[in-house]
């Protein structure tokens, strides 16, 4: 297999930035590719705050790129950065990138994005075009890129370098979409002949990520669960008729994780090292969180975890309307995150009412948030939608298995116990309802009951094979077809 030269481009990567999922997958895929052979940049913005904040060494290239945009001639200088030999391009414009909150303020969001990230799409585009050899694949991620392939295909279908790159598109959650009032057209430049219902007008506005499905060569979404769910009226967020038409060039490709990263038999956060053969271990990270969040110290009784922003997306209102009941069943809860405002004040109030046996944490921590996933019995993800989902990979990797409802990559990734006893990793639950869910968890807790079938289960859960490797291949084949075709 011929070696290809791709290039992401992305408004988040592990370790440099990060806001949630896309990050870990921009961080993590690429290395993966660069492991099957290939050659791999990876173009963000050059985040001042957050670079330091992440003690990332960058250097600055001698390349300046000269931009015009909403009135103004910008200078754009490009700087670099290696992490574990990934090589990134970083795009300087501080007033810009270099702000508190990558897309916005807390609960936010800053009115210029369109400007920011169009900005960062063209200098993307210039870089390529300035590379040392031309470029096989650009993969593009989300709507902060969605004007990579459509810029591509018209102002800088020329550039040698970029004459024949395909671009592939991924959605890693449609519904954030990038929609921004029309006037931004002219002030950014955008070629108006793309501004119509097949290209990405969207109810008399711009929209993002219309303007990335309609120009790219393909499109991918991050799990094929995911992929079939986008082009119903229930999860398609107003595009499923658009994304019907683009059917053809779609596709889902579950997610990884980053093995070396998140490994119980030598993760330093956790209380002890455990796995498969040596679990042991587990049951002594359960006590130390028992006995450090104030919860009974009890090994038999069910710890339920959860590790989520709080948002309706995420089903929280399915925890509230069932914490009572669990509690009233004996049963303890570990909980950590952050988000609506009721929603964090709900989860204090109940884990002041009940302090032995439920512990919230409002905000985020890794090192707790591990020792969550290593303690736990049982992980919850009651998600009303998912395009793919990392939890649940973090929690099966530390033996704690998932209650999930059956939903985009929580379907693909986690095998219901219903379905296959004998190769089940995990619940399901259909409807997105507090009952359906509820019961799910009661069937849980009854298989916890029997410790021969529940340490089957823990352990193939512990055993799955989440690495990037499968992914990698799976996009390598998807980008040799296009390169091939």
């Known amino acids: 297999m011929a070696q290809l030269n791709i290039v992401f481009i992305a408004s988040e990567a592990t370790p440099l930035a990060k806001t949630g999922g896309l990050a870990d997958v921009v961080g993590s895929l690429p ?3 660069q492991g099957l052979g290939h050659e791999v940049t990876v173009i963000l913005p050059f985040y001042r705050q957050d670079l330091t904040k992440n003690n990332i060494k960058t250097m600055p290239l001698n390349t300046s790129i000269e931009m015009w945009v909403d009135g103004l001639q910008r200078q754009c200088l490009l700087h670099e950065a ?4 990934l090589r990134f391009i970083l795009v300087e414009q501080d007033d810009l990138f270099d702000r508190e909150g990558l897309y916005g303020p807390a609960g936010g969001a800053y009115e210029d994005n369109l400007l920011r990230y169009t900005l960062f799409d063209r200098v993307a585009l210039e870089a390529m075009a300035k590379m040392d050899k031309p470029v096989d694949i650009i993969h593009c991620h989300d709507w902060q890129t969605g004007m990579v392939p459509l810029l591509k295909k018209t102002q800088y279908m020329h550039h040698p370098n970029l004459i024949h790159a395909k671009v592939v598109y991924t959605i890693h959650n449609l519904a954030y979409q990038g929609v921004f009032p029309s006037e931004w057209i002219h002030r950014l430049g955008l ?45 398609g967020c107003a595009l499923e008729g658009f994304l019907q038409h683009h059917a053809g060039k779609l596709s889902g490709i579950v997610n990884g994780l980053d093995l070396d990263a998140w490994n119980p038999l030598t993760d330093t956060a956790i209380n002890s090292k455990f796995g498969v053969g040596k679990i042991a271990g587990k049951a002594k990270c359960k006590k130390a969180l028992q006995q450090q969040t104030g ?5 038999k009784v069910p710890l339920l975890t959860l590790i989520s922003r709080l ?55 890794e090192t707790l948030a591990r020792q969550i996933y290593a ?19 973090m929690a099966m990797r530390y033996g704690n298995v998932p209650v999930v409802r059956a939903t985009g990559g929580l379907k693909d990734t986690v095998t219901d116990y219903n379905q296959d006893t004998k190769q089940s990793t995990g619940f399901h639950f259909e409807d997105a309802s507090a009952q359906a869910f509820d019961n799910a968890v009661e069937q849980a807790v009854a298989v916890y009951k029997k410790p021969s079938t529940w340490s089957r289960i823990r352990t193939r859960a512990l055993k799955r094979d989440s690495s990037w490797q499968a992914s990698a ?10 390169v091939d075709d």
Not at 82 to 85: E, L
Not at 200 to 225: H, L, R, W
Not at 295 to 299: C, G, I, P, R, Y
Request: net charge negative.
């Open 31 to 33: 290395l993966a590719l």
């Open 82 to 85: 290696v992490v574990d030999k």
């Open 191 to 235: 070629p108006t002949h793309h501004f119509h219902q097949e290209g990405f007008e969207f109810y008399e506005q711009i929209n993002c990520m219309k303007a990335g499905i309609a120009s790219s060569d393909m499109i991918t979404t991050v799990s094929p669960t995911y992929a079939e769910e986008i082009l119903t009226p229930e999860y």
């Open 295 to 299: 919860l009974k110290v009890d090994a």
């Open 311 to 365: 948002a309706e997306q995420k089903g929280i209102d399915l925890i509230l309307a069932n914490i009572q009941t669990w509690l009233d069943r004996g049963y303890q809860l570990a909980i950590l995150g952050s988000g609506d405002a009721n929603d964090e004040q709900a989860l204090t109030a109940l884990a002041k009412a009940n302090p032995t046996q439920m512990y919230f944490f409002r905000g985020f921590s």
């Open 375 to 393: 303690a736990g019995d049982m992980f919850l993800m009651p998600s009303r939608f998912e395009p793919c989902g990392l939890g649940q990979l």
């Open 473 to 482: 291949e799976a996009y390598v084949k998807l980008y040799t077809g296009l």
